[in-house]
């Protein structure tokens, strides 16, 4: 009832893994390796840029085993020369034979400012043609993040990242965890839906077992951020500014979405421009409701958390008061 701000003074900036974005927002990792992907690349490209924003691309694999392809993923730095891009490649790619030097290749294909190094268990665990081999892979993220002069940022696929995965990462030289939690996209229903489209029984039936698998966001997010001392990107779920503050509340310093923008690249730049102003200013609008005159502010916000969550929390040990008490005095 009382903000005691005024809305139009409302500082959205942030600096995070040495670089400042306007506001908090990252757009997710999509695609690439298509003429079509090029084409979403760089339409999406060219708004984070105008909105000094960051983006990843999706991975890369498939350009650093045929240099064809590379242009669908370059395109996004010719269009954002100075946004913060992320690179992508898969970590059971890592186990199965990756090392220093395809991360550096993926990393100047896009001249990207930090490398993303995707776990996707349960997707390939679903897929008839998956890779299941995991081994070492912790590992070889390790060595990986030691030999890399850019910052390594380990993200999930929608199944979210629990305290203990976290722990090991940020010990394995990691700097930052993108959770990707349970509440976006789902890629066992992905694999449901190629599976029911062949007409492959005992993958459809996988796919559907395992269609809700993984922490929810919100849950990860808590779990990761009061556990380690590294930034921590929301994503899984995240559709309005809304979502956003409540991710940053929660501990997040950057939240990412990729679905809403996605749709919007489908139509063009001018469509994608105006999701992303939706989104920024619904995210002005919550912080001005509660009173929070900058970004980091919103970590200082009371946040009552209740219900499957919060059970969900004691029972793993963590404090969820210290959110609810926040403000006093």
Known sequence: ALPEIDKDKINLSTTVFNHKFSAPILVSAITGGTSEARKINAIIATVVEEFGLGMGVGSQRAALEDRRLEKTFAIVRKKAPTAFLMANIGGIQLARGYNIKEAKKAVEMIDADALAIHLNPLQEAIQP????????????????????????????????????EAKKLEAAGVKGIDVSGAGGTSFAAVEYFRAKGRRNIYNRRLGEVFWDWGIPTAISIVEVAQTVNIPVIASGGIRSGLDAAKALALGASLAALAQP????????????????????????????????????????VPLVITGKTAEWLRLRGFDIEVYARRGEG
């Open 261 to 300: 923008i996605l749709q919007a690249a489908v139509g063009g730049v001018r469509h994608t421009r105006k999701a992303l102003r939706t989104l920024i200013e619904e995210l002005r609008n919550t912080m001005f409701l509660v009173g929070a005159e900058s970004a980091q502010l919103l970590h200082k």
């Open 129 to 164: 043609e998956g890779e299941t081999s995991f081994k070492g892979v912790l590992e070889k993220i390790g060595e990986i993040a030691k030999e890399l002069d850019k910052p390594i940022i380990v993200k999930e696929t929608g199944a979210g990242i629990a305290a203990e």
